[in-house]
């Protein structure tokens, strides 16, 4: 039987060996830093704290270690006191995609992908190139050139970073979503940013289910203003009669018919030139549109990969991603540090539950990158790839998209691979990388995210704001960072910026995320601030809820929100059980035990309610707020953000809590 899991353990599941530690490039790093800089830094704590003393210097040593292609100046850092405001590297000139292109051997295979058991892919940086070089003469052109937009509504295949690539080594600025996307959430991201290029695949595969999307392109693609040209990329193998029926369609082969590979050409842009604008998951109103700057972006995933990942050229990075979550960004920044990328679109449990393992054996993924959910579903599948499967090149998992529970943590050594860096990490569409992750020289304990990143001042605030440790607050960022957003979209005077990150905390980032220090030094999330729960005063974090709750063997996965109740607010819990179970009495008492027991008498819900479905945003995430809006007789503001919006109905006028 599972024993109940506490928050945080003075034992570790796994420490890095003393030879790992000494080949690590944190290590390499360090010798670098104290060389250049006459410093002692002795391990990673000491590395942080100078990173974050001594910015202008620590960036200047990521722009070597990712060996930039680019004007770097003679500045590294002005107005380093405003945030935002501050200006990192003002002089500098670079291009995002020259350094995602940066010469490799031809033959090198530079993407692998896999759509689901239904295509299987390599394409080697010679044919990444050529197809680039097409790409980037169809869209000249088109008349595409600086600061213009290209979005794309596209599966996780290699085409959608070729279109990456050729579009912002133009200058333009990219931003994609997946295809599960209804036509009302394209348009509420694509319409408020006017793509001069619009590119779609004719569908996708999902389940083993073919989806075809041409009806939902054809009620999209007139209402995009500006778009002079829509591009169908095959899929399915219908790109032509997609693109008949589209205005302005064309299919992605006559669109480069005309143009043979020839020598790429870069525009290099001021640092901060915008590259990728993201979404927010717009469950609260229309999504906002978050745009980064081509080198904030490029030094902070070249820290994270290089650094924080310990990845090595040659290594194979795997992302289960979608390409409307900001990890797919963050996935394709790997090319930088001459990574082979691992793609897959498709359901993670298709064919088989193991499919994304057979993946990882057989193309010997070095970093497993994932979501907490998935790991959480394993782990109820009872499946054991550490007994079936050869992962002996695997080095690192990553997990992120919530927190990772603490029995996940357990399973994870116990079941997959016993010898491995497991880092949750945590951060997101903000800040388009990481604001806590893992550090590779250092002990993994469960229930905590390992360290703060390197160069982000990082600390956990009361109400008052001081900082505090040991107690719960809010996570923030006291100085500037890199790849803070150049802006929003359509924010020209930075109001609903500002609103975003500095209303609570003057000069101060706010995250949104309900945080807590350990005494090793880690940190745990506890939820989204936004959604955290106030019984009697009393701040409580869902996730913590969830550890708990989602140990009691029938409950497949679990969603809590606070009712205001007789003047105060009470818990209410919402859960999905597995097939046959009910909520009976001796369940429900079970539940409530095992979160008294695990977590605190506060933690226990008020009321315990069964439901058939959770609402969750497409990249996977619970929406507490969107239940509670409908719990509370509000109205949700954008329910195309949600993958299943159906499942909000199961929470309408319910009796249960009435009483």
Same mark, same amino acid.
């Given at each position: 039987?599972?024993?109940?899991?506490?928050?945080?353990?003075? !034992?570790?599941?796994?420490? /890095?060996?003393?030879?790992?530690?000494?080949?690590?490039?944190?290590?390499?790093?360090?010798?670098?830093?104290?060389?250049?800089?006459?410093?002692?830094?002795?391990?990673?704590?000491?590395?942080?704290?100078?990173?974050?003393?001594?910015?202008?210097?620590?960036?200047? #040593? =990521?722009?070597?270690?990712?060996?930039?292609?680019?004007?770097?100046?003679?500045?590294?850092?002005?107005?380093?006191?405003?945030? /935002?405001?501050?200006?990192?590297?003002?002089?500098?000139?670079?291009?995002?995609?020259?350094?995602?292109?940066?010469? #490799?051997?031809?033959?090198?295979?530079?993407? @692998?992908?896999?759509?689901?058991?239904?295509?299987?892919?390599?394409?080697?940086?010679?044919?990444?190139?050529?197809?680039?070089?097409?790409?980037?003469?169809?869209?000249?052109?088109?008349?595409?050139?600086?600061?213009?937009?290209?979005?794309?509504?596209?599966?996780?295949?290699?085409?959608?970073?070729?279109?990456?690539?050729?579009?912002?080594?133009?200058?333009?600025?990219?931003?994609?979503?997946?295809?599960?996307?209804?036509?009302?959430?394209?348009?509420?991201?694509?319409?408020?940013?006017?793509?001069?290029?619009?590119?779609?695949?004719?569908?996708?595969?999902?389940?083993?289910?073919?989806?075809?999307?041409?009806?939902?392109?054809?009620?999209?693609?007139?209402?995009?203003?500006?778009? =002079?040209?829509? =591009?169908?990329?095959?899929?399915?193998?219908?790109?032509?009669?997609?693109?008949?029926?589209?205005?302005?369609?064309?299919?992605?082969?006559?669109?480069?018919?005309?143009?043979?590979?020839?020598?790429?050409?870069?525009?290099?842009?001021?640092?901060?030139?915008?590259?990728?604008?993201?979404?927010?998951? +717009?469950?609260?109103?229309?999504?906002?549109?978050?745009?980064?700057?081509?080198?904030?972006?490029?030094?902070?995933?070249?820290?994270?990969?290089?650094?924080?990942?310990?990845?090595?050229?040659?290594?194979?990075?795997?992302?289960?991603?979608?390409?409307?979550?900001?990890?797919?960004?963050?996935?394709?920044?790997?090319?930088?540090?001459?990574?082979?990328?691992?793609?897959?679109?498709?359901?993670?449990?298709?064919?088989?539950?193991?499919?994304?393992?057979?993946?990882?054996?057989?193309?010997?993924?070095?970093?497993?990158?994932?979501?907490?959910?998935?790991?959480?579903?394993?782990?109820?599948?009872?499946?054991? /790839?550490?007994?079936?499967?050869?992962?002996?090149?695997?080095?690192?998992?990553?997990?992120?998209?919530?927190?990772?529970?603490?029995?996940?943590?357990?399973?994870?050594?116990?079941?997959?691979?016993?010898?491995?860096?497991?880092?949750?990490?945590?951060?997101?569409?903000?800040?388009?990388?990481?604001?806590?992750?893992?550090?590779?020289?250092?002990?993994?304990?469960?229930?905590?995210?390992?360290?703060?990143?390197?160069?982000?001042?990082? !600390?956990?605030?009361?109400?008052?704001?001081?900082?505090?440790? +040991?107690?719960?607050?809010?996570?923030?960022?006291? #100085?500037?960072?890199?790849?803070?957003?150049?802006?929003?979209?359509?924010?020209?005077?930075?109001?609903?910026?500002?609103?975003?990150?500095? !209303?609570?905390?003057?000069? =101060?980032?706010?995250? +949104? $995320?309900?945080?807590?220090?350990?005494?090793?030094?880690?940190?745990?999330?506890?939820?989204?601030?936004?959604?955290?729960?106030? /019984?009697?005063?009393?701040?409580?974090?869902?996730? !913590?809820? &969830?550890?708990?709750?989602?140990?009691?063997?029938?409950?497949?996965?679990?969603?809590?929100?606070?009712?205001?109740?007789?003047?105060?607010?009470?818990?209410?819990?919402?859960?999905?059980?597995?097939?046959?179970?009910?909520?009976?009495?001796?369940?429900?008492?079970?539940?409530?035990?095992?979160?008294?027991?695990?977590?605190?008498?506060?933690?226990?819900?008020?009321? @315990?309610?069964?439901?058939? $479905?959770?609402?969750?945003?497409?990249?996977?995430?619970?929406?507490?707020?969107?239940?509670?809006?409908?719990?509370?007789?509000?109205?949700?503001?954008?329910?195309?953000?949600?993958?299943?919006?159906?499942?909000?109905?199961? &929470?309408?006028?319910?009796?249960?809590?009435?009483?």
């Amino acid at each position: 039987m599972e024993q109940p899991m506490v928050a945080a353990s003075d !034992e570790p599941l796994w420490k /890095p060996s003393p030879e790992r530690i000494a080949a690590s490039a944190i290590t390499a790093f360090i010798h670098a830093v104290n060389d250049r800089h006459g410093t002692s830094l002795r391990d990673y704590r000491d590395l942080h704290a100078w990173s974050i003393a001594h910015p202008a210097d620590f960036w200047e #040593r =990521v722009w070597d270690l990712g060996e930039v292609i680019g004007e770097r100046g003679t500045v590294p850092l002005a107005d380093a006191d405003r945030m /935002p405001g501050a200006r990192f590297f003002p002089e500098a000139r670079l291009n995002y995609a020259e350094n995602l292109l940066r010469p #490799r051997d031809a033959g090198e295979i530079a993407l @692998i992908f896999h759509g689901e058991d239904k295509v299987e892919r390599h394409m080697s940086f010679g044919e990444l190139t050529a197809l680039v070089s097409r790409l980037q003469q169809a869209l000249r052109a088109a008349g595409v050139g600086v600061g213009d937009r290209i979005a794309a509504t596209m599966p996780n295949m290699p085409e959608t970073i070729a279109i990456m690539l050729a579009a912002t080594s133009l200058g333009a600025i990219f931003s994609s979503c997946s295809p599960d996307f209804g036509e009302r959430g394209i348009l509420d991201r694509f319409g408020q940013i006017e793509p001069k290029v619009y590119f779609a695949c004719d569908g996708y595969w999902y389940a083993g289910k073919r989806v075809a999307i041409g009806d939902k392109l054809k009620a999209v693609v007139p209402h995009l203003p500006g778009t =002079v040209k829509t =591009v169908i990329i095959p899929y399915l193998g219908d790109a032509e009669a997609v693109a008949s029926a589209l205005p302005n369609g064309v299919a992605l082969d006559a669109f480069l018919a005309p143009y043979a590979p020839a020598p790429l050409t870069f525009e290099r842009l001021p640092f901060n030139h915008p590259v990728f604008i993201l979404f927010s998951s +717009g469950t609260t109103g229309a999504p906002k549109c978050i745009v980064h700057g081509a080198g904030g972006t490029l030094l902070q995933h070249i820290k994270e990969h290089r650094l924080q990942c310990d990845l090595v050229p040659g290594d194979r990075l795997f992302y289960f991603t979608t390409c409307g979550w900001m990890m797919w960004n963050w996935l394709v920044s790997g090319l930088a540090s001459r990574l082979t990328l691992c793609l897959f679109d498709g359901s993670p449990f298709a064919p088989s539950p193991s499919a994304l393992f057979d993946y990882a054996q057989k193309e010997g993924f070095a970093l497993f990158g994932t979501s907490a959910k998935y790991i959480d579903s394993l782990r109820k599948e009872g499946l054991r /790839p550490c007994e079936t499967h050869d992962l002996s090149k695997l080095k690192a998992l990553t997990s992120t998209g919530s927190p990772l529970a603490p029995a996940d943590f357990a399973y994870v050594y116990e079941a997959i691979k016993p010898d491995l860096h497991l880092a949750s990490i945590s951060g997101g569409t903000d800040i388009v990388s990481c604001f806590v992750l893992g550090d590779p020289t250092a002990p993994v304990y469960r229930g905590e995210i390992q360290a703060p990143g390197l160069g982000m001042a990082i !600390e956990v605030w009361s109400d008052e704001g001081k900082p505090v440790v +040991g107690e719960r607050g809010e996570l923030v960022c006291t #100085r500037p960072f890199p790849c803070m957003p150049v802006m929003f979209w359509n924010d020209p005077e930075g109001v609903k910026y500002h609103a975003a990150y500095f !209303e609570r905390f003057d000069n =101060v980032w706010c995250h +949104g $995320d309900f945080a807590e220090w350990t005494h090793h030094g880690g940190i745990i999330i506890h939820g989204r601030s936004d959604a955290t729960l106030n /019984p009697q005063g009393v701040r409580i974090g869902t996730a !913590e809820i &969830y550890a708990q709750a989602e140990q009691v063997p029938e409950i497949v996965e679990a969603i809590a929100i606070g009712q205001e109740w007789d003047n105060d607010v009470r818990v209410v819990l919402f859960v999905r059980l597995k097939a046959g179970a009910v909520l009976d009495a001796e369940l429900e008492k079970r539940i409530k035990t095992q979160i008294r027991v695990g977590a605190s008498p506060r933690h226990v819900p008020a009321k @315990i309610v069964a439901v058939a $479905d959770i609402p969750r945003t497409r990249s996977g995430k619970i929406t507490e707020l969107a239940v509670r809006d409908v719990v509370h007789n509000r109205p949700v503001k954008n329910t195309e953000a949600l993958a299943n919006p159906e499942a909000l109905d199961l &929470y309408r006028d319910l009796p249960e809590l009435s009483a």
